[in-house]
């Protein structure tokens, strides 16, 4: 597995918040399969924000990590509620 820059984690989770919307159009026409993957990649991007929290040293970095992170569990959690079948 690669690990993923601090610069990587921010641009990765502003993707997933923009792409969204148009899994909101894929669910309208029955896309299940992007949503799917959609998904997944929200569940790598946790994985891989949890990963980093552990490994990195600075403080304040952690704290940016972290507030990612907690972004991105609403924007999981409200994804899986209105995504799903």
């Known amino acids: 597995m690669h690990d993923v820059t601090f610069l990587g984690l921010h ?17 309208k ?8 993957a959609y998904l997944d990649g929200l569940k790598k991007l946790e ?3 949890n990963d980093k929290i ?11 990590l972290i507030i990612l992170l907690d972004h991105v569990k609403i924007l999981s959690s409200f994804a899986h509620k209105n995504l799903k079948k």
């Open 47 to 49: 994985f891989h924000l």
């Open 54 to 64: 552990l490994k990195i040293k600075s403080e304040n970095k952690k704290d940016d």
């Open 11 to 27: 641009k990765w989770t502003e993707k997933m918040f923009e792409i969204f919307g148009w899994m909101l159009l894929a669910k």
């Open 29 to 36: 026409y029955k896309h299940q399969l992007k949503i799917d």
